[in-house]
């Protein structure tokens, strides 16, 4: 299998199943082919962008008792998951020109994205909600139509939103563990484990992509488009260790807990 077949298949088919098929293990990237941006996603229709703010709001974290509420919650995260990958796809066909590198180390992160994705829809039907049945937001794909370079990409989806989510995945545990849900609360840990790796692998290649004029911290923030803000970059218990983890200096940290102020 050919990269851009992989990409282009996430992108064209309408089937979530095949959305969610991984790479084969023989491929290759010899024929990357033209630059495409496409504007939307192909996707079913129970999972068609909805209109803006008809899509359901994550519920408040004294609301997890309750567990459509809690159904509802990997509902949405579940879009996210699938949002992500979708761009990821989309950055491969955008940017065809970009590093080898990159773009191999860009499927490992995709893998991840389709088995987050898997997860959060099962969990959800356990729950008794089918994926589908809700609205969904397209917030994040939307975002990645502003991408002019992988600098772009890589201040915005790795460090701002996986980077948020380094943060929000261990607070949702919380919520779900305070909820008798020790289920669904593994399952965030499990995936915050990944997203420590995710905004590692966006880090280190805004490191090697960008100015060397600039510090780290510079190139986060001109990549930014608005209204992305470093001060999105986190939740509300800011996981400090994590981010050491995922190789930031504690000059970045600070900066960046700094903002949210």
Not at 71 to 78: K, P, R, S
Not at 189 to 194: E, G, P
């Amino acid at each position: 299998m050919e990269l851009r077949e992989f990409a282009e298949r996430i992108l064209l088919s309408e089937s979530l199943d095949e959305k969610l098929a991984r790479a084969t293990r023989s491929w290759t990237d010899k024929q990357p082919g033209e630059a495409w941006r496409p504007e939307q996603p192909a996707r079913s229709q129970d999972l068609q962008f909805a209109a803006r703010r008809t899509a359901p709001t994550m519920p408040k974290p004294g609301a997890f008792k309750d567990v459509k509420k809690r159904a509802i919650a990997h509902h949405i995260m579940a879009n996210h998951e699938l949002q992500a990958l979708e761009v990821m796809a989309w950055v491969l066909v955008a940017f065809p020109d970009a590093p080898a590198d990159f773009r191999r180390g860009l499927v490992d992160v995709m893998t991840d994205e389709q088995r987050h994705t898997r997860l959060h829809v099962e969990r959800a039907a356990a729950l008794g909600l089918r994926f589908g049945e809700l609205p969904v937001n397209c917030y994040i794909w939307r975002k990645a139509q502003q991408f002019d370079s992988v600098l772009d990409y890589l201040a915005t989806l790795p460090l701002v939103f996986e980077g948020a989510n380094l943060d929000h995945t261990l607070e949702f545990a919380t919520h779900f563990e305070h909820a008798g849900d020790e289920r669904s609360a593994a399952i965030l840990r499990a995936i915050h484990h990944d997203e420590i790796q995710h905004v590692a692998f966006g880090l280190e290649w805004l490191q090697k992509l960008k100015s060397p004029n600039q510090s780290d911290w510079e190139a986060f923030q001109s990549h930014l488009k608005w209204p992305l803000r470093p001060e999105k970059a986190r939740g509300e218990v800011f996981q400090r260790a994590a981010r050491r983890a995922a190789g930031m200096t504690d000059e970045f940290i600070d900066q960046l807990a700094r903002a949210a102020q």
